[in-house]
Structures are given as C-alpha cells and as structure tokens.
C-alpha cells in the first residue's frame, strides 16, 4: 500500500505563473517531508522540507504546505519558470516511529513550464 | 568533482550474469543507500547502510545484495542479472537525524538483455 501517493503525474503551466504540485500522505507517524526536484540524466536533488511541526516553509519562489488534519502537502513555485521543467518528488519520514529517519518516496509529477 | 559518485553511468549486460554497481562519496556520512528508479514507480529502497557494520535490507532486496568497503563506499550486486531488473539505480548518503536530507548520485542506467 502506497504510503505516500502523488495523483498527477504529468502538471503542465505556463511562464511567469504558479506551479502547484501536490502529495496525499497516509501514515501519520510521518515527522518530516521533503521535495527532490530530479532533471533527465542527473540524480535527484533536495529542494525543500518542512517539519510535522510546522505548516509552511518557505525558500525564495518554493513555498511548501502542510495540512495535517488531512495528510496532505503541497509545493508552490511561483513565478514557474522553464529552468523548473523537471519531475518532483514528494518523500516522507517517520523518525521516530521506527523507519529511523528512511525515506518513503511518492511516484513523482512531472512539471513542464512552457514559455 | 561530485559529492557521490556512481560507476558505470551505463552498462548493458545479459541475462545470468553478475554485475557490481559501485558508489563512492566524500560527503563524509555514515549512511547510505541503493534505490532503483522504474517508471512510473518512484525511487524503492533496496539496501541501506547506517556504517559500516550495519547493513538493512530494504523494501525490494531480492535479487540484490551490498558490500560496505569502507564509510566512503557501498557497491550493490547483482548476483545472477535477470531483465526486470532492468532499471535506473542511484545511490544516496545521508547525516542521519530527524531531517535525514539525502544527497544523490547521478545513477547508473542498466539494462538486462
């Protein structure tokens, strides 16, 4: 059973506006979340967190949500541009519940900002 | 030069033989890791390490197996390659700790014939 699902697979916008990817989490144990951003050819790359203590963190035009009540995170890029053309990952973790801090990788979305 | 290193980036082999992924880092940390990357599927843990006496099976470890030379390398093989494990391979290290931010290698692209 998926532990950390990313419904939309493919997410196409346009330059200049919001880019909102999202990720459904069903263990909530989860302490800490976290979005990899991955380009063809190259190894994911950590691009932001937030911790099960905090609702939002922000990180220059990445912004990340988190609604516990309904296990439910979001990325928000703003302004998008094409250079964010990549998939995303949403992970999770649950330290202290056992997993000892490994990470749960959702199925990726695929971004494509057009110019 | 790259934090985490991963040889070969490709390899094409057959099925019945045995090949050796090999990950290098300089980062430093105690653990590491081997996830494949299918499509559509996401990054599944294989193996991982906490140091070099302490390794973990994953959730997809069958078919696989780990050495940890030493704190900087973690090799994964395959002992007897079949085609559905034809897949992306990358290797990761981490500090450890509540936030756990893994760094990644740029991967290893095999294909089993």
């Known amino acids: 059973d998926q532990q950390v699902k990313q419904n939309s697979p493919s997410l196409s916008v346009q330059e200049g506006r919001i880019s909102i990817l999202n990720c459904d989490y069903t263990?909530?144990?989860?302490?800490?979340f976290l979005w990899y951003k991955k380009y063809p050819a190259e190894g994911p790359t950590f691009l932001i967190s937030?911790?099960?203590?905090?609702d939002k963190n922000e990180d220059g035009r990445f912004t990340v949500f988190l609604n516990k009540s309904a296990k439910h995170l979001s990325l928000h890029i703003v302004p998008s541009q094409p250079g964010d053309s990549a998939v995303y990952f949403c992970?999770?973790?649950?330290?202290?519940?056992?997993?000892?801090?490994?990470?749960?990788f959702g199925k990726g979305t695929k971004l494509s900002v057009k110019p | 030069d790259a934090d985490v290193t991963q040889t070969p980036r490709n390899r094409i082999t057959k099925t019945g033989k045995r090949i050796m992924l090999e990950c290098s880092q300089t980062?430093?940390?105690?653990?590491m890791y081997w996830y494949r990357q299918d499509p559509g599927l996401g990054l599944r843990l294989i193996y991982y390490?906490?140091?070099?006496?302490?390794?973990n099976k994953g959730e997809i470890s069958d078919g696989y197996s780990v050495s940890r030379q030493a704190q900087a390398k973690f090799s994964l093989s395959l002992e007897s390659a079949i085609p559905n494990q034809t897949a992306l391979y990358f290797c990761?290290?981490?500090?450890?700790?509540?936030?756990?931010?893994?760094?990644f290698g740029a991967g290893t692209r095999l294909s089993v014939l």
């Open positions: 390490s906490f140091d070099v006496k302490d390794i």
């Open positions: 992970a999770a973790s649950d330290y202290y519940g056992g997993s000892q801090g490994n990470l749960i």
């Open positions: 263990n909530s144990m989860f302490d800490y």
């Open positions: 937030i911790s099960s203590i905090k």
């Open positions: 990761a290290t981490s500090e450890g700790g509540v936030r756990n931010i893994q760094y």
């Open positions: 980062k430093g940390h105690d653990r």
